[in-house]
Antibody, heavy 120, light 107 residues
């Protein structure tokens, strides 16, 4: 069974940093592309970043230059380093897995989400 | 960026009703469209991929159609457990974008 479990969220002051982790089980991270998607309180879904199985990455303009996605294939874990946080980054962050991005373009598995709150 | 616009923003229907939700892309996306269901307090789950392919394990009352710019999610016979917000998502080009969501309420 595929499971994704996020951790590392919490409260950060404006301008601060947090590092989210997404631990995967039931599949091999190195073979799959994965994304971070966030949802501000009471709002819709916003795509944040993509980490391809081949190590390339892609980012939303709203986080480009501030957020960095990476992975540790040996630990089947995806990371999101978030710097220069602002109130607009307050959201539940989900990691999501795509089994076949080039063929389906969809996210088949999602973590339970982790709350990030940016406030002084 | 490709904008995704869903309509209606909310809908109320009775158990057994047929419900349709529309999603329009600001430019052609072929069939690079997925639909997700998000129940209150939960993560999204995939319903439909490639515009009309039913994800494994999803009840057959859910179906998707369309290509190009106009897409539809249909629930053929609404069930109480379908109370949720539904999102469309395009993957034709980056940035990946979602519709604003359609909240489905049960009368």
């Amino acid at each position: 069974e595929v499971q994704l479990v996020e951790s590392g969220g919490g409260l950060s002051q404006p301008g601060g940093s947090l590092r989210l982790s997404c631990a995967a089980s039931g599949f091999t991270v190195s073979r799959n592309s994965m994304s971070w998607v966030r949802q501000a309180p009471g709002k819709g879904l916003e795509w944040v970043s993509m980490s391809y199985s081949g190590a390339s990455t892609n980012y939303a303009d709203s986080v480009k230059g501030r957020f960095t996605v990476s992975r540790d294939n040996s630990k089947d874990t995806l990371f999101l380093q978030m710097n220069s946080l602002g109130a607009e980054d307050t959201a539940v962050y989900y990691c999501a897995l795509t089994e076949n991005w080039s063929g389906r373009g969809s996210y088949e598995y999602w973590g339970q989400g982790i709350l990030v709150t940016v406030s002084s | 960026d490709i904008q995704m616009t869903q309509s209606p923003s909310s809908v109320s229907a009775s158990v057994g009703d047929r419900v349709t939700i529309s999603c329009r892309a600001s430019q052609g996306i072929n069939s690079w469209l997925a639909w997700y269901q998000q129940k209150p307090g939960k993560a999204p789950t995939l319903l439909i991929y490639a515009a009309s392919s039913l994800q494994s394990g999803v009840p057959s009352r859910f179906s998707g159609s369309g290509s190009g710019t106009d897409f539809t999610l249909t629930i053929s016979s609404l069930q109480p457990e379908d109370l949720a917000t539904y999102y469309c998502q395009q993957s034709k080009s980056f940035p990946i974008t979602f519709g604003q969501g359609t909240r489905l309420e049960i009368k």
